[in-house]
Nanobody
Framework: QVQLVESGGGLVQPGGSLRLSCAAS????????MGWYRQAPGKQRELVAT???????NYADSVAGRFTISRGNAKNTVNLQMNSLKPEDTAVYYC?????????WGEGTLVTVSS
């Protein structure tokens, strides 16, 4: 069974930066896609960024130019570098991974942007 472990959330001031990491375990194969969703209080979960095994990426319009998703050094890991954070980026960030058409989810990590 695939397990995803997220790290790197926390409290940061507006304009600051955070780096989230996600590691998938329990599977030998490589992911077809990994990325992040987020859910703010009272809002629907939204896609933030995706990294595909072929190396392509995509971002939500709201984070493009501020966030960067990349493959980690270890197998089946991805990182999300978040710069110029805004209060509206406050949310629980969930890592996801697709292996053979099946999506697995992490438990989420809270990012709070506040002064």
């Amino acid at each position: 069974q695939v397990q995803l472990v997220e790290s790197g959330g926390g409290l940061v001031q507006p304009g600051g930066s955070l780096r989230l990491s996600c590691a998938a375990s329990g599977i030998v194969a490589s992911f077809s896609a990994m990325g992040w969703y987020r859910q703010a209080p009272g809002k629907q979960r939204e896609l933030v960024a995706t990294f595909r095994s072929i190396g392509s990426t995509n971002y939500a319009d709201s984070v493009a130019g501020r966030f960067t998703i990349s493959r980690g050094n270890a197998k089946n890991t991805v990182n999300l570098q978040m710069n110029s954070l805004k209060p509206e980026d406050t949310a629980v960030y969930y890592c996801y991974a697709n292996f053979f058409g099946t999506t697995s989810w992490g438990e989420g990590t809270l990012v709070t942007v506040s002064s």
